[in-house]
């Protein structure tokens, strides 16, 4: 067991046939097929209203880019796409990537809200 999951007690729960998951007070998030295809609409939703663009920073070429609450890594993935020379971070309190998770993209499994390293190394 990893520091990380020694430090983030996480519960389950089904609710209406679905499952979720969360880490220690966090919000719960689903992690069941069924419940796993809200996210692809709310990433649709989200870039409409703000005009198609993947992210608001005003940087031509990113070196690292971190996607905190990565979930599934749909906007990683689109941001490895589109920054193809760019290291792109994955970041939820979750052990494992979920089996969807872009092969272009790192995993990293950590909580925010505490203090946590890169597996690389560096602090963040």
Sequence with gaps: ?????????????????????????????????DAATYPRDYHCDMLSADDNRLISAPVKRPVRILDVGTGPGILAGELAKRFPDADVIGLDVFSNPPAEFPETCEYQSGNIEEPWEFETGGAL
């Design 1 to 33: 067991m990893s520091e990380q999951d020694k430090s983030c007690e996480l519960s389950k729960r089904v609710i209406a046939g679905m499952k979720f998951e969360r880490c220690g007070t966090s919000a719960w998030c689903p992690t069941s097929l």
